[in-house]
């Protein structure tokens, strides 16, 4: 786990580490700045708790971002030593663009983390790129999700994690996306795994995640997108499928 102090608040760190905890385990947790200077000073009780070595780069030249190489040169390092698996980049900046790249080609995973502003390079070269925002989301929802959830109905059940109006319907791209998925991952019949379609949207688009729409799980997404039918087999009801409603969209027999 590498973070750019520059241009990341001390606010996030512990939706990141649990969000990282779904992933793996970070045994090298970084921090990059000059911590002479007094914006990074809300850090000091931060790194204490969670065990992150803060890493010193002053800056060379005035309006110059020194941190940004010396990240990068850690990170070749790192790498080279052929002991990971996978790499946490934190920040916003496109800089880091090449450095994800470089890494993915080694055939280790990279997992972004920035702000919305986050250059779309930077995000298209992780592998999975997560919002600052949805690192602080509550506690999961429950499975079944109804379509009334969704903004302006008056249904929305109060154990829903997410209040509906923090819940915003998919776009024409995310649907799209998900057609896409579904159709490239789908049986003669038309069904497809969800676990599948989800690892699908992953490969379009690195930073589609259900908690950009206000829910915690994707199948509460699709159930309340109202675009599927959704189902659990009888045999094996932990595995959920999918069907796109709309006829003319699924693939012919």
Same mark, same amino acid.
């Given at each position: 786990?590498?973070?750019?102090?520059?241009? #990341?608040?001390?606010?996030?760190?512990?939706? *990141?580490? @649990?969000?990282?905890?779904?992933?793996?385990?970070?045994?090298?947790?970084?921090?990059?700045?000059?911590?002479? +200077?007094? %914006?990074?000073?809300?850090?000091?009780?931060? *790194?204490?708790?969670?065990?992150?070595? &803060?890493?010193?780069?002053?800056?060379?030249?005035? +309006?110059?971002?020194?941190?940004?190489?010396?990240?990068? =040169?850690?990170?070749?390092?790192?790498?080279?030593?052929?002991?990971?698996?996978? /790499?946490?980049?934190?920040?916003?900046?496109?800089? /880091?663009?090449?450095?994800?790249?470089? =890494?993915?080609?080694? +055939?280790?995973?990279?997992? +972004? /983390?920035?702000?919305?502003?986050?250059?779309?390079?930077?995000?298209?070269?992780?592998?999975? /790129?997560?919002?600052?925002?949805?690192?602080?989301?509550?506690?999961?929802?429950?499975?079944?999700?109804?379509?009334?959830?969704?903004?302006?109905?008056?249904?929305?059940?109060?154990?829903?994690?997410? &209040?509906? %109006?923090?819940?915003?319907?998919?776009?024409?791209?995310?649907?799209?996306?998900?057609?896409?998925?579904?159709?490239?991952?789908?049986?003669?019949?038309?069904?497809?795994?969800?676990?599948? #379609?989800?690892?699908?949207?992953?490969?379009?688009?690195?930073?589609?995640?259900?908690?950009?729409?206000?829910?915690?799980?994707?199948?509460?997404?699709?159930?309340? %997108?109202?675009?599927?039918?959704?189902?659990?087999?009888?045999?094996?009801?932990?595995?959920?499928?999918?069907?796109?409603?709309?006829?003319? @969209?699924? &693939? #012919?027999?």
């Amino acid at each position: 786990m590498l973070i750019d102090g520059d241009n #990341v608040s001390p606010k996030i760190i512990v939706g *990141l580490i @649990a969000e990282i905890a779904n992933y793996g385990v970070a045994s090298v947790r970084r921090i990059y700045g000059d911590w002479t +200077g007094p %914006s990074l000073k809300g850090w000091k009780q931060c *790194l204490l708790e969670h065990s992150i070595q &803060p890493v010193q780069q002053f800056a060379y030249t005035a +309006g110059k971002n020194a941190t940004d190489g010396a990240m990068i =040169i850690d990170a070749m390092d790192l790498l080279y030593t052929g002991r990971f698996s996978a /790499f946490c980049i934190v920040s916003s900046d496109s800089d /880091f663009a090449r450095l994800a790249a470089r =890494i993915r080609e080694q +055939g280790l995973t990279v997992y +972004g /983390f920035g702000e919305r502003k986050t250059p779309r390079p930077f995000i298209t070269a992780c592998d999975k /790129f997560v919002y600052f925002d949805v690192l602080d989301a509550s506690a999961e929802e429950p499975d079944e999700v109804p379509v009334a959830a969704l903004p302006g109905s008056s249904r929305s059940k109060p154990s829903d994690a997410q &209040p509906a %109006s923090k819940r915003r319907e998919l776009d024409k791209t995310a649907r799209d996306m998900l057609t896409r998925a579904i159709l490239a991952t789908a049986d003669e019949d038309g069904r497809a795994n969800l676990a599948q #379609v989800g690892g699908h949207l992953a490969k379009q688009a690195p930073d589609f995640d259900a908690r950009n729409y206000g829910f915690q799980k994707l199948s509460s997404l699709v159930k309340a %997108s109202g675009m599927v039918d959704v189902e659990r087999p009888s045999d094996n009801p932990k595995i959920i499928t999918v069907r796109l409603k709309d006829a003319s @969209a699924r &693939p #012919v027999k």
